[in-house]
């Protein structure tokens, strides 16, 4: 029966600091440093290894099963910012039908969205390139045409890019948890870790498990990582292609890590952008989140003191801790009866530091809510938390992935700990720990295998990524045979296509089938 439509890193101080000067990396008595910042034009990439491109495999034309129809403009006028004048696109939209949960015959079908983008005149078999976004940031298949707007007309001339929905997202929205569930969750780590509070805690979240598993009819566990993994391969298929090429970014390059490990020979030219570590559980790797969100902020302080006219002074961890406590008491009321409270700031924060081309904005909306003005931050919450938000996939695919479950006790004694470590982030990450308590337990084993067979694969991991820490980009690097690490110092989720030095590696991969030297650095 078918079901309705419904996821410790320590930054160096000289990087962060590069984050802002835009100083070049060295001296190496690391692996090969490329010293290509920001400002300079694009030019050759970092070194490479000379006798690796014949060890990837030609992108092949695509043979498309799928029933495409011409949605451009219909597309258009969904992106965040226009589409570069430079180039002429048209979109295909289509859709696949996956099975609710790979690993429960019975449970019926859901439907996934299929973008289709590439040039104009672009002929219809060319090779296709999946590009496949992280649940935090745009896990539906428009995430295609965003990235068409970024990357090179070299990788449009080679490849059409191919969005799919996640699970959750786009046609497969998952919208099932209780309002003021959702926003008790928002809120969770901002309060005192006392008994009632988290006894109060654990019952919205057994309210979000209940109301979700009726609405899914019990589907609620297809929601994972492995599941996306499962609908890439049959994406593939219906691509009609024996090896796909595909670029994923956060949890995206999650999902395609684990279709390495599951079907190696299928694997083309890939990418995983900022992969989460491949096996640490809770609260390990909430620990590690916190690390990491803390030094995203400090990045995104010292860009914005970087600029003469910081809308958060001097001191911005200051002024937006102190935003941040006098919120816990007060919040903000917005004209349409929304309020903006301590957990919703910290929440938009921890959307805004993964876009670094949004930290303009997002600081004026964090001094907006310092006069009293919280529109402009709860406009950075709306995609997330907002009708027919993220937020819901986000937490499913977060505690389908983990197997650890917290009690109480536990949450308590790491909220005070981590509120010491980590001042900002601490406490909402270990209070939200308490989300998944409810969730069903015993969740899947990490994917085994190290993806033998498989052609050699670009990992990248990013200094001061919000979300997945360095450290773990790198263990996902090394939990993969055929894995190749390139490191940016920068600060994002995703590096790719964002400075001339990343886009250059990654292209060369790409397009001309040459794969970087394993430990490049790029410069931010």
């Known amino acids: 029966m078918a079901r309705a439509p419904h996821r410790a890193v320590a930054v160096v101080l000289g990087c962060l600091v590069a984050l802002v000067a835009g100083c070049t990396v060295?001296?190496?008595?690391?692996?090969?440093?490329?010293?290509?910042?920001?400002?300079?034009?694009?030019?050759?990439?970092p070194t490479l290894a000379p006798d690796e491109a014949e060890m990837l495999p030609e992108p092949q034309e695509q043979r498309a099963a799928i029933p495409f129809y011409e949605c451009t403009e219909d597309t258009l006028v969904t992106l965040p910012t226009p589409i570069p004048a430079d180039r002429q696109l048209r979109m295909d939209c289509g859709e696949i039908t996956v099975p609710a949960d790979p690993d429960q015959s019975g449970m019926g079908g859901v439907?996934?969205?299929?973008?289709?983008?590439?040039?104009?005149d672009a002929p219809e078999d060319r090779p296709p390139l999946l590009v496949l976004g992280d649940t935090a940031q745009e896990p539906s298949a428009r995430h295609a045409a965003i990235v068409a707007g970024q990357v090179s007309p070299a990788l449009l001339e080679r490849f059409t890019l191919v969005g799919l929905d996640r699970r959750g997202s786009g046609l497969d929205v998952l919208d099932c948890a209780p309002d003021t569930a959702r926003a008790a969750l928002v809120d969770a780590g901002t309060g005192?870790?006392?008994?009632?509070?988290?006894?109060?805690?654990?019952?919205?979240?057994?309210?979000?498990?209940?109301?979700?598993?009726?609405?899914?009819?019990?589907?609620?566990?297809?929601?994972?990582?492995?599941?996306?993994?499962?609908?890439?391969?049959?994406?593939?298929?219906?691509?009609?292609?024996?090896?796909?090429?595909?670029?994923?970014?956060?949890?995206?390059?999650?999902?395609?890590?684990?279709?390495?490990?599951?079907a190696p020979r299928a694997v083309g030219r890939l990418v995983l952008d900022g992969p989460p570590h491949p096996t640490l559980d809770q609260p390990d790797l909430a620990q590690t989140q916190a690390a990491a969100a803390e030094a995203a902020f400090?990045?995104?302080?010292?860009?914005?003191?970087?600029?003469?006219?910081?809308?958060?002074?001097?001191?911005?961890?200051?002024?937006?801790?102190?935003?941040?406590?006098?919120?816990?008491?007060q919040p903000l009321a917005a004209v349409d009866g929304r309020r903006l409270t301590a957990g919703a700031t910290v929440t938009a924060l921890l959307i805004g530091l993964g876009e670094p081309r949004g930290w303009p904005a997002l600081a004026a909306a964090l001094a907006a809510a310092g006069t009293g003005d919280p529109g402009p931050l709860l406009a950075v919450l709306d995609p997330v938390t907002g009708p027919r938000g993220r937020f819901d996939?986000?937490?499913?695919?977060?505690?389908?992935?983990?197997?650890?479950?917290?009690?109480?006790?536990?949450?308590?004694?790491?909220?005070?700990?981590?509120?010491?470590?980590?001042?900002?982030?601490?406490?909402?990450?270990?209070?939200?720990?308490?989300?998944?308590?409810?969730?069903?337990?015993?969740?899947?084993?990490?994917?085994?295998?190290?993806?033998?067979?498989?052609?050699?694969?670009?990992?990248?991991?990013?200094?001061?990524?919000?979300?997945?820490?360095?450290d773990g980009s790198r263990r996902a690097a090394e939990s993969?045979?055929?894995?190749?690490?390139?490191?940016?110092?920068?600060?994002?989720?995703?590096?790719?296509?964002?400075?001339?030095?990343?886009r250059a590696a990654v292209d060369a991969m790409l397009v001309d089938g040459v794969v970087p030297q394993a430990g490049t650095l790029c410069p931010p």
């Open 26 to 45: 060295g001296p190496s008595q690391r692996p090969p440093v490329a010293v290509r910042g920001e400002s300079m034009p694009p030019a050759a990439g």
């Open 111 to 120: 439907t996934l969205g299929v973008l289709r983008v590439g040039l104009a």
């Open 192 to 262: 005192a870790a006392t008994a009632p509070a988290l006894a109060a805690l654990l019952e919205e979240a057994r309210a979000v498990v209940q109301e979700c598993n009726l609405a899914l009819d019990g589907g609620l566990t297809g929601y994972r990582t492995a599941a996306t993994a499962a609908d890439v391969e049959l994406l593939r298929a219906a691509l009609g292609v024996d090896q796909l090429s595909a670029v994923g970014t956060g949890d995206g390059a999650g999902a395609l890590a684990v279709w390495a490990r599951t």
């Open 298 to 329: 400090t990045a995104f302080a010292l860009a914005c003191t970087g600029q003469p006219d910081c809308a958060l002074g001097a001191d911005p961890r200051a002024t937006v801790t102190a935003l941040v406590d006098r919120l816990r008491t």
């Open 393 to 470: 996939a986000m937490l499913a695919t977060t505690c389908n992935d983990t197997r650890r479950r917290m009690a109480p006790g536990e949450v308590a004694d790491l909220a005070t700990s981590w509120r010491t470590s980590y001042p900002l982030f601490g406490g909402t990450f270990a209070m939200r720990l308490l989300a998944c308590a409810p969730w069903p337990t015993g969740g899947p084993a990490p994917a085994a295998g190290r993806a033998e067979g498989a052609p050699p694969i670009l990992v990248i991991g990013t200094a001061a990524d919000p979300a997945n820490p360095l």
């Open 480 to 502: 993969i045979a055929p894995g190749v690490f390139l490191n940016w110092q920068g600060a994002s989720t995703g590096a790719y296509p964002r400075t001339p030095c990343v």
